[in-house]
C-alpha cells in the first residue's frame, strides 16, 4: 500500500494530462472542423490547416511537464 | 541545395508566321513557364488560338465524355500509340465509338429507372401490408396497381398477367408482389448485359482512349497557346520564364526555327517561378515542403534542413528496432504504391528514411524492439524517471538547434531586404541561447546536460545567481537582456512579449520524449497483458494471446507512425518555418508535357 499523499499525487498526474487532453481535443475538434472544410475549398491549404490544428497540442504538452514534475515528488 | 532553381525572365519575339513552328519547338523543349499576358492595352492584345484548336477541342470532349461515361481512369499500359496513326484511328472510330456507348447508357439508364420504380412501389405497399393486416392481403390490387405504377410499368404487368394463371379480376397482392419481383428479376438480368457491354468496350478501348485524351490535351495546349502570348497583327510575343541554364538551349532551338525569331533577357524580377533544386535523396522531401507552402523565389529552401531534422525527430519518436524494421517496408511499399490515396515518393522516402533512424535509435539508445528489451543495456531507458528526464534533455538540445537554425535562415532571409528584421532574429538567438544556457544548467546533473555543459558550454562562466526559486547563471542574464534590447529596438516593444512564445516553442519539443514515451509504455502494456496468456501453455490462451498481441502491436505501428510523422512534421512547420518562412511562391510549370501514352 502506499500512503495517501503519494495516491494523491498519482491522482494529480493523471488529471494534470487528462484533463489537459480533454482540453486539447476540444480546441481541435473546432479547428480541425474548420480546417477541413477550408481543404475541401482548397487543397492547398492542407499545410496552413495542419499548422493550425496541432498549435492547441501544447496544451497537453504542458499537462504532461506537470504530472511528470509531481511523479518525480512521488 | 539552399536555393531554388536560377531564373531568368525573357521575351521570345517572332513573326507570326514562324508562330506555329514556334511554339512546336518550345513544348518539345519543355522549358519555359509562360507567365500569362492579361492586360489588353490598345497597341497589343492576346493572340487568337491556332486554327486546329476548335477541332482538337471538340475531339477531346467527346473522349473526355466517353471516358467519363466508361469510368476510364489512369492505368499503366505499356504500349505506346504513334500520333499520327491515332490520328487516323480517332477520324475513323470515334464517332462510331460514341454512339455505342451513349446507346448503351441510355438503355441502362432506362432500365435503372424501372428498377427503380419497381422498388418505389414495393417500399410504398409494404406498410401498408403491415398495416392492414391479412386483410389486405386479400385486397383487389387492380384498384390499387394505376395509382401506383407508370404507364409502361402497367403494360408489362398486364403483359406478364395475360400469361399467369391468376388473370382474374382479383389479384392478391402477394401475387401482385410477387409479379413485380419477377419483372425486377429480368430487368436486373437485363441490366447486367448491358454491364458487361460496357465493360467490354472499356477493356477494348481503355489504352486507346487514354492515348487519345493525352494527345489531343497536348494538341489543344499547343493550339490554345496563344491565348496566353502578345500579339498584334504581324508579330508575337511570349513574355516567359527560363532556367538560366537552359537558356542557351532555348535560343539555339528558336533559331534553328527560324533566324528572326530574338529572344531578349528582360530586367531582373523578384517574382519569379520556382523549381526545387535538391540533390536526389532530399528530392522526396519537396513534397512535405510543398504540403505547407512553396518557397518563393528569394528564399531560402528548407527542404534539406526539413529532411534531416523530419528523419531525425520521426526516428527518435519510434525508436524502436522491430516497428523501423516495419516502418522501412512500409516506405519501400509506399514509393511505388498507394494506399487509401496516400503513397508516392513523397510520402515513401521520407518514411523509409525515418524508418532507418528509428532502428538506430531502438537499437542502439533505447535497446528495444516490439516493447521488448535487446540483450544489451539501453543508453537511455524510456520508461524510467531518470531515463525520461534525459530524453526531456534531448528535446530541449534539439529545440535550441532546431529554432536557432531556424532564426538563423530568417536572418539570411532578410538581410537583403529589412535589415531590421534581420538583426532582429540576432536578438532572438540571444534569448534562444540565456532560456539554453539556463536550462542546461539546470540539468546539470542528466547525462545529456552534464556532457553539454562540460563539452560544449565549457567556457562560459557558471556563476549563477538566485531568483524566483531558480539558479539563473549570470551569462544567462546578459544575453536575455542583450537580446530583449535588441527586440524593442529593431521589433518594437510587443516583440519583446513574445519570448514567452520562444519558452513555449521550446516546451514544444518535450512531444519528442512525450510522444516516445507514451508509445513504448503502450507496447509494454501490452505486453505484460498478454505475454502471461501465451507462456501459460493451454493452446486456446496461446491462439488468443497470440492473436491479441499481434494485432495490438499492429494498432501501436500504425498509430505510432502517424503521430511520429505528424509530430516530427509540425515541429518543422509550426516551430521551425514560422521562424522565417514567407512561402506563397508560384511553381515552376513548363510549357510542354510528359508523355505516357503516346509517341510523335
Same mark, same amino acid.
Given at each position: 500500500m502506499v500512503d495517501v499523499g503519494t495516491g494523491l499525487l498519482g491522482i494529480g498526474a493523471g488529471l494534470a494530462v487528462g484533463l489537459a487532453g480533454l482540453a486539447t481535443g476540444w480546441a481541435q475538434k473546432e479547428i480541425g472542423s474548420s480546417a477541413i472544410g477550408a481543404i475541401a475549398e482548397n487543397e492547398a491549404l492542407f499545410g496552413k490547416g495542419l499548422v493550425m490544428l496541432v498549435i492547441p497540442e501544447t496544451i497537453v504538452l504542458f499537462g504532461f511537464a506537470i504530472a511528470f514534475l509531481l511523479m518525480g515528488k512521488m | 541545395m539552399l536555393k531554388p532553381k536560377k531564373m531568368m525572365r525573357a521575351a521570345i519575339v517572332g513573326s507570326k508566321e514562324h508562330l506555329e513552328a514556334a511554339i512546336e519547338a518550345l513544348h518539345k523543349l519543355s522549358a519555359i513557364h509562360i507567365n500569362d499576358f492579361t492586360e489588353e492595352r490598345a497597341e497589343f492584345k492576346i493572340g487568337h488560338p491556332l486554327k486546329r484548336a476548335a477541332s482538337a477541342s471538340e475531339k477531346l470532349l467527346k473522349i473526355r465524355s466517353i471516358s467519363n461515361l466508361l469510368g476510364i481512369c489512369d492505368v499503366g499500359i505499356s504500349e505506346k500509340f504513334e500520333s499520327k496513326r491515332l490520328f487516323e484511328r480517332m477520324d475513323m472510330e470515334l464517332d462510331e465509338l460514341k454512339q455505342r456507348v451513349n446507346n448503351t447508357v441510355e438503355k441502362k439508364g432506362a432500365i435503372k429507372k424501372k428498377i427503380e420504380n419497381i422498388d418505389r412501389i414495393l417500399e410504398q405497399i409494404q406498410p401498408l401490408m403491415n398495416e392492414v393486416g391479412e386483410e389486405y392481403k386479400e385486397y383487389d390490387m387492380r384498384k390499387l396497381a394505376p395509382l401506383l405504377v407508370s404507364d409502361e410499368l402497367e403494360e408489362k404487368i398486364e403483359e406478364i398477367m395475360d400469361f +399467369?394463371?391468376?388473370?382474374?379480376?382479383m389479384i392478391k397482392s402477394t401475387t401482385f408482389i410477387k409479379i413485380l419481383l419477377t419483372i425486377k428479376k429480368k430487368l436486373e438480368g437485363e441490366n447486367e448485359k448491358e454491364e458487361k457491354k460496357l465493360k467490354d468496350i472499356k477493356s477494348k478501348y481503355a489504352s486507346f482512349m487514354l492515348a487519345s485524351e493525352e494527345l489531343l490535351s497536348i494538341e489543344v495546349e499547343k493550339a490554345e497557346a496563344p491565348l496566353r502570348f502578345v500579339a498584334t497583327d504581324h508579330f508575337f510575343i511570349i513574355d516567359c520564364f527560363v532556367p538560366t541554364k537552359r537558356f542557351d538551349e532555348v535560343e539555339k532551338i528558336l533559331r534553328e526555327v527560324h533566324e528572326s525569331i530574338s529572344v531578349e533577357k528582360l530586367e531582373e524580377d523578384d517574382e519569379k517561378p520556382v523549381i526545387l533544386n535538391n540533390p536526389k535523396p532530399v528530392k522526396s522531401f519537396e513534397f512535405l515542403t510543398n504540403l505547407f507552402s512553396t518557397p518563393k523565389?528569394?528564399?531560402? +529552401?528548407p527542404t534539406f534542413i526539413l529532411s534531416i531534422f523530419f528523419s531525425i525527430f520521426f526516428g527518435f519518436i519510434i525508436g524502436d528496432l522491430g516497428y523501423g524494421i516495419l516502418i522501412i517496408v512500409l516506405g519501400l511499399y509506399l514509393r511505388k504504391k498507394y494506399i487509401f490515396g496516400i503513397g508516392g515518393r513523397g510520402v515513401g522516402n521520407p518514411l523509409l528514411i525515418g524508418g532507418i533512424f528509428a532502428c538506430i535509435f531502438g537499437a542502439?539508445?533505447?535497446?528495444?524492439a516490439f516493447g521488448f528489451h535487446l540483450p544489451h543495456h539501453p543508453m537511455?531507458?524510456?520508461?524510467e524517471i531518470e531515463g525520461v528526464i534525459e530524453l526531456l534533455v534531448i528535446s530541449i538540445v534539439a529545440a535550441f538547434v532546431h529554432l536557432g537554425l531556424g532564426f538563423i535562415i530568417g536572418f539570411f532571409n532578410n538581410v537583403r531586404r529589412n535589415l531590421k528584421h534581420a538583426i532582429a532574429k540576432i536578438g532572438w538567438i540571444f534569448v534562444l541561447f540565456a532560456i539554453f544556457l539556463l536550462l542546461m544548467l539546470m540539468a546539470e546533473g542528466t547525462q545529456v546536460g552534464g556532457w553539454v555543459c562540460t563539452n560544449i558550454l565549457f567556457s562560459i562562466q557558471k556563476n549563477s545567481m538566485d531568483a524566483a526559486g531558480l539558479r539563473v547563471p549570470i551569462f544567462s542574464l546578459y544575453f536575455l537582456v542583450i537580446g530583449f534590447i535588441m527586440l524593442i529596438v529593431f521589433?518594437?516593444?510587443?516583440?519583446?512579449?513574445e519570448i514567452l512564445g520562444v519558452v513555449g516553442n521550446m516546451a514544444s519539443y518535450m512531444r519528442l520524449a512525450a510522444v516516445g514515451v507514451a508509445k513504448g509504455a503502450t507496447a509494454l502494456a501490452f505486453n505484460t497483458m498478454f505475454l502471461p496468456m501465451i507462456v501459460g501453455g493451454d493452446i486456446i490462451f496461446i491462439i488468443i494471446g497470440g492473436l491479441m498481441l499481434v494485432m495490438m502491436h499492429a494498432l501501436i505501428f500504425l498509430l505510432g507512425t502517424m503521430s511520429a510523422g505528424i509530430q516530427a512534421l509540425r515541429l518543422n512547420y509550426v516551430?521551425?518555418?514560422?521562424?522565417f518562412y514567407e512561402g506563397g511562391g508560384t511553381k515552376f510549370k513548363p510549357f510542354g508535357y510528359v508523355r505516357r501514352y503516346t509517341r510523335t
Open positions: - | +399467369d394463371e391468376f388473370s382474374g379480376d523565389y528569394t528564399e531560402v +529552401d542502439v539508445v533505447f535497446s528495444e537511455i531507458h524510456k520508461l521589433e518594437g516593444a510587443l516583440a519583446a512579449m516551430e521551425f518555418f514560422l521562424k
